[in-house]
């Protein structure tokens, strides 16, 4: 039996997405949120280890007045010769931007994801480009906080920030750091979910459309979910099913939106949760398994493992173990612990929040906040994610019975912990 080779330009997905109300140049840029950082010179980021070649492309959509745009990862044809692409902050990998897409192994699985707070959306080179060599399309969102979310000028707010990140409540420290944003937007519930939900309605429905690059490209009934940091915990509520329950008794602190210290605030207190008509208002059920990257919570801490004991799908949770800057493991923990479903752990050695996203861990500036030991083993620490995503998306998205070894191998010296529950 012959393959065909099918290619498909993946070109203007969204002919007139941009409209004259949308500022294409909103939210647009290089930096952590509102402050802008200097890239990278071409830092070349870890190998795709996928059979597939890899395309990136982007696209523009009018989404509430402004631009929202989506990085795509795909597989791919590229030409003999090909100058990979560059990111907005510097990273050089393997891929080609509007490479013309592989369809020999469509429809792909989609996954969609989410970056952390204050991110680019490519700014995971090595994990998206992974997942997309490995035989998956995946559509990373801009958010609205990737250039406009700003650190506090509140004094308070920096000190108590930086006690609690010495004592390793890194969630909370965030929380302080951001306060002014995280109230104004109720902790991204003004506008994270949504932008989620209209990415996926956009991307699901362009794939039915004859005219689209897209048709046929995906198998919309095979989505996944990952995410990095606030993008962790959107996909475990959105992609989880994770509910934000509001029916406990809470304090007059839990309850008061205006309370100094936001930390120790519950999303309860906000409009935009009191406005949802029940605690799983926000989740999507076409979602079928989900990797979170290192996930915060917002939740009180008396509610996580009850509402962790609500999401069903297959999920797995990888983190780095720094006490200082990596999210605070025992909540990651109590959700991994509790999830219902197939659950898995995947902690690895001396590393920081920033590596994952080799934008941050490799730019010039941020990587002064990176151990000796991350710069020195960031390509080791980069296989590690890639490995474990991929096989945990190929067993329970592709139906890879051969990946279920590895999901339960350490593969590398650098695994601190590898666990697994109801599988």
């Not at 402004?66 to 990998?93: C, D, E, K, M, Q």
């Not at 650190?151 to 969630?171: D, M, P, R, Y």
């Not at 999303?267 to 406005?275: I, K, S």
């Amino acid at each position: 039996m012959v393959n065909c080779l099918i290619v498909v330009t993946f070109l203007s997905l969204a002919v007139s997405a941009t409209t004259p109300s949308c500022d294409p140049t909103f939210n647009t840029g290089f930096g952590l949120g509102a402050h802008t950082l200097p890239p990278a010179s071409n830092a070349s980021t870890a190998n795709p280890t996928g059979p597939y070649q890899v395309g990136v492309s982007f696209e523009t959509y009018c989404f509430e007045g402004r631009g929202i745009t989506l990085n795509f990862w795909y597989p791919a044809v590229l030409a003999a010769v090909s100058s990979p692409y560059v990111s907005a902050g510097g990273i050089v990998g393997k891929a080609v931007e509007d490479a013309p897409v592989n369809t020999s192994g469509g429809p792909y699985p989609l996954i969609l994801f989410s970056p952390g707070l204050a991110a680019v959306d490519d700014g995971y080179y090595f994990y998206t480009q992974n997942l997309a060599s490995s035989g998956y399309v995946v559509v990373s969102i801009q958010h609205l906080d990737a250039r406009n979310a700003n650190v506090t000028s509140n004094k308070f707010a920096l000190a108590l920030a930086a006690i609690e990140a010495l004592a390793g409540n890194t969630i909370d420290a965030v929380i302080e750091e951001y306060t002014d944003f995280f109230r104004e937007t109720q902790f991204a519930l003004t506008y994270r979910p949504q932008e989620i939900k209209f990415v996926l309605d956009q991307v699901v429905q362009s794939t039915s459309n004859k005219s689209s690059p897209l048709y046929n490209i995906i198998d919309t009934d095979n989505i996944g979910m990952s995410g990095h940091s606030l993008g962790g915990f959107y996909t475990n509520i959105i992609g989880g099913g994770m509910p934000i329950y509001c029916d406990y008794p809470m304090t007059p602190i839990q309850r008061n939106p205006n309370y100094p210290i936001l930390s120790d605030v519950s999303p309860c207190a906000f409009p935009a949760r009191q406005n949802l008509s029940d605690p799983f208002a926000l989740h999507d059920s076409r979602i079928k398994a989900i990797v979170s990257l290192a996930a915060p919570t917002f939740l009180t801490r008396s509610q996580l493992a009850r509402s962790a004991n609500q999401m069903k799908i297959p999920m797995m949770t990888i983190t780095g173990d720094n006490r200082t800057s990596e999210t605070t493991a025992w909540v990651q923990r109590d959700i991994y612990e509790n999830a219902a479903g197939p659950s898995y752990w995947v902690q690895i050695k001396d590393t920081n929040h920033y590596l994952v996203a080799d934008s941050y861990g490799l730019n010039p500036v941020l990587s002064t906040k990176m151990s000796t030991e991350d710069n020195a083993n960031f390509y080791d620490k980069a296989a590690v994610y890639m490995a474990y995503s991929v096989a945990f998306f190929d067993y329970y998205m592709k139906g890879n019975k051969t990946a279920y070894s590895m999901l339960h191998t350490v593969s590398s010296s650098y695994i601190k912990e590898l666990s697994s529950r109801n599988d």
